[in-house]
């Protein structure tokens, strides 16, 4: 199936290394982040689990849950989060979803339907499995951003990213390029630059289309 923005997730059955749940059961009423990787002990991956764990603290300021995801075996998943704790010096607390028969890259659209992981294996048979899903508590797909197997992701824009996702929900709030949480937003088009005024007091027009103001929920 296909994923798009404001799609509601496929509840997954789970299997990973602190048990089997059901990806609905594990969103419940948080914003989710899910990363996804294409196999375990590499060299990239390693370095992006690792910046996970070092971003606890963020993730829990925020009541934010964090899942990973490699086509490897839950047995293979203990074994590298010892290689991950140990280069990031922080423990990796998070659960890692195994997926070895593909279900869930497939179901969250990362592999065609016809894929499949031959004997003796390796990254470039699942490479397309490098993606970071950002959830909402309604179990719908928020954001996502699809990374080659080179490039290593940069978890303080994936953290922004999710701020900027938590402060656009359900409200009148945009955020502009390089927005960072305290910085000035950007008034939806829906709503007119004198009912703007009139709720949340000073707000410049750029252009009758763009107006900025002070984050409300700063």
Not at 122 to 140: H, L
């Amino acid at each position: 199936m296909s994923l798009r923005i404001n799609d509601t997730v496929p509840n997954i059955h789970l299997k990973t290394d602190q048990g089997d749940f059901d990806l609905h059961d594990f969103i419940g009423d948080s914003y989710t982040v899910l990363f996804s990787h294409p196999a375990d002990f590499t060299p990239i991956c390693t370095t992006e689990f690792g910046a996970v764990a070092q971003l606890a603290d963020e993730w829990e300021k925020r009541g934010v849950k964090v899942i990973g995801l490699s086509v490897d075996s839950v047995d293979e998943h203990v074994k590298w989060k010892n290689d991950i704790s140990t280069f990031a010096n922080a423990p990796a607390t998070f659960p890692i979803i195994a997926d070895t028969d593909l279900v869930v890259s497939k179901a969250l659209d990362m592999l065609p339907a016809d894929a499949y992981l031959p004997e003796g294996k390796t990254a470039e048979d699942s490479q397309t499995v490098r993606v970071v899903f950002i959830f909402g508590p309604d179990k719908k797909l928020r954001l996502s951003m699809t990374y080659p197997m080179s490039v290593g992701r940069n978890f303080a824009e994936v953290l922004r990213a999710l701020d900027a996702v938590m402060a656009t929900d359900g409200s009148v709030v945009r955020t502009p390029a390089n927005w960072t949480p305290g910085a000035d937003v950007i008034v939806a088009p829906s709503m007119s630059t004198e009912d703007a005024r009139a709720k949340y007091g000073d707000v410049k027009e750029i252009f009758p289309y763009l107006r900025t103001m002070k984050d409300p929920n700063a």
